[in-house]
């Protein structure tokens, strides 16, 4: 985990601050194990000036409009044969929503923080905005990776959690100067999710 900049997320969900966060999955090429990637972010301008920020030297940011402030990457669970792109995806949304779900306790934050997630995945960004909408009972019917799913979606309840997909790799359309905010939180993540295999613990 990447938390150098961990103080700034407390300091702006206090300050009531919209955070963004993006995720994605990843599936080894020999297809015997799967690894996430999430980030939670802020654009720059969005940061009010009482807030004390330094860009973490962890994530390469530099050449960003955003300051990622907690990051992180790790492995999926699951049997072999269930193993794949959707069920890595959902391990980095599921990372999302169980954080912020502990900080809103953490902090005692009086309201439900909000945080705009992105995922590229647009099939599991609507099997979860789906869920959300729906009745527990039925969680487990007819759903691909259930497990995961139905915690994403039980998680999500607690806190403001705006679900959006978001085209992935952006450095294959157009030059870096031209991307959003959240497509770079896209391109990290997809680089978090990559570094699972580079871990030495």
Known sequence: IKSASFPTLCDLLWAFVDISGSSDGSVHSDLLSA???????????????????????????????????????????????????????????????????????????????????????????????????????????????????SEIAHQAREINHVFEWEQGHPERRYKQEHWTPSEWGNHFADGLAAEAWDRTD
């Open 35 to 149: 690894a996430s990637g999430w980030l939670f972010w802020v654009h720059l301008r969005d940061i009010p000036e009482h807030v004390a920020t330094y860009r973490d030297l962890e994530v390469d940011q530099w050449d960003s409009p955003i300051m990622v402030l907690l990051a992180g990457t790790t492995l999926a669970h699951g049997r072999l044969s269930t193993l794949s792109s959707y069920r890595a995806e959902g391990s980095g949304a599921l990372v999302i929503v169980y954080i912020m779900n502990r900080l809103k306790a953490f902090l005692h934050l009086q309201s439900p923080p909000k945080v705009t997630h992105n995922c590229d995945n647009q099939g599991l960004v609507k099997q979860v905005n789906r869920l959300k909408a729906s009745t527990p009972a039925g969680w487990w019917h007819d759903v691909t990776d259930a497990d995961i799913l």
